[in-house]
């Protein structure tokens, strides 16, 4: 993790979007490997929500979240790989992009205002359970669940449901925990719909942190 930390420090944000890439780009150029990566290029729908829970006291973070974000996206997994003639099988998931949250969801009439911001990443295999696979008729729809390993850097202010009137709290750190996801895909030969959460989590200033980030991607695959 200490080289991830020593990346995230030096390259721009434009690079860390670019990684996807990047990755898929290595993954295909593997010695005795035919395809290596899927890569998605099409549109999205992606938001940020952000929660956390201090260790010590059980004090939770007032929930977080950002601008829904909506454009062009370029995304890349590996290959799916089936368990023999079965219908279960596995990829892997990977996502790494900056985040911002700065509305609070708080349950009262009180006014919050702060920002947390920072890059996130997640490297998640995902089971998953494939319908009618083999269709004749070039569709097919995927479900599945996942568990890695997720990465986080957070800067700025959060607020705590310890009282009212009380200070909000400045966080500055990064560390690393488990990622879940979860996932369903529909496929009609080359063009996927996808539904999905990923969700990397680490421990920072004494505060388990974890976002969710929900979206809805409509694309084209081809194959590294």
Known sequence: M??????MRTVSPLAIRRLPLIVGIVFSLQANCTYAAQTFIGVSTKWVHLKGKERSTGYEVVDMTGDTDQGLVLAVKSMDNYFANSSFGYFIE?????YAVDRNVTSGS???????????????PTLFYSLFKGNPNDWSLKMGAGLGIGYITADGLVKMDEGPGLPARSIDGKDHDISFGIIMEYTYKNWVIQAKEYTPGATIDGIDFKIELPSVIVAYKFDL
């Open 2 to 7: 200490a080289v991830i930390s020593a990346l």
């Open 94 to 98: 990977l996502g790494i992009d900056s």
């Open 110 to 124: 009180e006014v919050v205002h702060t920002k947390l911001e920072g890059y996130y990443l997640y490297l998640t």
